[in-house]
């Protein structure tokens, strides 16, 4: 590699396990990835590398590792195995409680495989799915309750270059997937796609990304703060084919992706964000929606997805592509057909002047947020547009001790709007 994109690794290693997991002298990590592949794909091999070298020299451990295997996943699914695929995930789930049980902190490099489960039944791409969050799900409720770190982050493959970047030279796409991860994770200099407009925020941010990232999640924080502040009961999507409106509970609670254990360590639950979040009352959505980019969901793609809610419930479902897989999806369980979360992006045509700074407002949009890129993976997708997701809601949302109203289910699945928001 030029010397150039080692420097630019190194970088956003260090934002990875600095920032992101916040990994404490001593502590050991698992770097593992239970969402698609159920194992990290060997060609993010470079960045597990860059991560382990900092994470060494933090005084901690060297990170344990469990990879996976995309042609041995579709062969699961292909042949209908799930005793075999139940076995696998359990294997990896027991690895993680005991890792969680030490007081081990988490690293999930995810990376996307569009086209992995092309041709095969739909039923079972869902199946594989709801097989694997069965098992994830009672430690995701251990990590979202606060027991340690967690950081989940982009990790590019060719698979997913060919995909995101298609009409690109092949040699191309790899290096340009790259670049976007890079800017997205604030591994650039000021003025360009790390920070547009470096005044806006107090602090002001450097080229350092340590510093860039620390000024950021501050202003994010304080968009969350005056949102829970005002206390808004409704929020409302409106754009093209979208006019959605959902009720908040009166013991909501707006949130950032930096979370705090229960032990008082911080850390960034998914890098890049760039939204502030909270979970609706689960019967209360009304209104339609078209969804503004292709899902990725379990290795297949569904594309064109329009929905109709009725107090709170999906009555009405379409998709251009993928339309049986959908189908599939909001048949899991009762809660994967109502919403588990709304969120908000920053607007690209949100101003910011000096009187705005520190007000509350949303942060302004970076380059790659506004390039109107389909990604082909959920940390960029929901990051680059405002997004509701259907299934589980974050109990962390709500401020009540019997969390009336939120959403359970065994999937989420965040899904981008183009639309404006408002708050009432």
């Known amino acids: ?64 590792i469990v990879w996976g295997d995309a042609s041995r996943l579709r062969q699961y699914a292909e042949q209908a195995d799930w005793r075999g695929f139940a076995q696998l995930v359990s294997a990896q789930m027991q690895h993680m409680k005991s890792h969680l ?14 086209r992995l489960m092309d041709g095969i039944a739909p039923e079972n791409v869902s199946e594989v799915r709801r097989i694997a969050w ?3 799900g009672p430690l995701v409720q251990r990590l979202t309750a606060g027991e340690s770190q967690w950081t989940i982050i982009p990790a590019p493959t060719s698979t997913w270059a060919d995909a995101t970047f298609a009409e690109r030279p092949e040699e191309q796409r790899l290096n340009a997937l790259e670049e ?41 924080a304080q968009w969350r703060d005056a949102l829970n502040a005002r206390r808004h009961k409704f929020i409302r999507y409106q754009g093209p084919g979208t006019d959605l409106t959902v009720k908040l509970p009166a013991s909501h609670h707006w949130c950032t992706a930096q979370l705090t254990t229960k032990s008082g360590i911080t850390f960034v639950a998914n890098l890049p964000t760039e939204e502030v979040f909270t979970a609706p009352d689960r019967n209360s959505a009304e209104g339609i929606v078209r969804v503004s980019r292709p899902i990725n969901y379990g290795g297949a793609v569904i594309e064109g997805i329009e929905l109709e809610f009725k107090q709170g419930c999906v009555i009405a479902a379409r998709a251009r592509t993928g339309s049986r897989l959908l ?29 705005s700074v520190g007000t509350g407002q949303p942060p302004p949009p970076t380059n790659w947020q506004n390039s109107g890129r389909l990604f082909y993976h959920t940390l960029l997708d929901e990051n680059a547009s405002s997004h509701i997701a259907l299934g589980e809601a974050y109990r962390f949302c709500n401020n009540s001790p019997f969390a009336f109203g939120l959403n359970r289910s065994l999937v989420h699945v965040d899904l981008p709007l183009d639309a404006c928001v408002t708050l009432d």
Not at 34 to 59: C, K, M, Q
Not at 185 to 206: E, F, H, Q
Request: net charge negative; aromatic share 6%; proline share 9%.
């Open 1 to 64: 590699m030029a010397p150039a994109h080692d420097s630019r690794l190194r970088s956003c290693a260090e934002v990875i396990v600095r920032i992101g997991v916040n990994l404490q002298p001593g502590q050991r990590l698992l770097i593992t990835e239970p969402y698609e592949l159920h194992g990290v794909s060997r060609e993010a091999s470079a960045l597990v590398e860059a991560v382990s070298t900092i994470v060494v020299e933090a005084d901690c451990p060297a990170p344990s």
């Open 101 to 114: 049980d030490a007081g081990g902190a988490f690293l999930f490099p995810l990376s996307s495989f569009p």
């Open 134 to 136: 069965e098992h994830f």
């Open 180 to 220: 976007t991860v890079f800017s997205a994770m604030r591994i650039s200099t000021v003025g360009g796609a790390l920070c547009p407009d470096p005044s806006w925020y107090k602090p002001a941010p450097t080229s350092n990304p340590l510093h860039a990232w620390q000024s950021h999640l501050h202003a994010l």
């Open 327 to 355: 189908e599939q999806l909001l048949n899991t369980d009762d809660g994967s057909n109502r919403l588990g979360e709304v969120a908000i992006v920053g607007n690209p045509a949100a101003t910011s002047t000096p009187d």
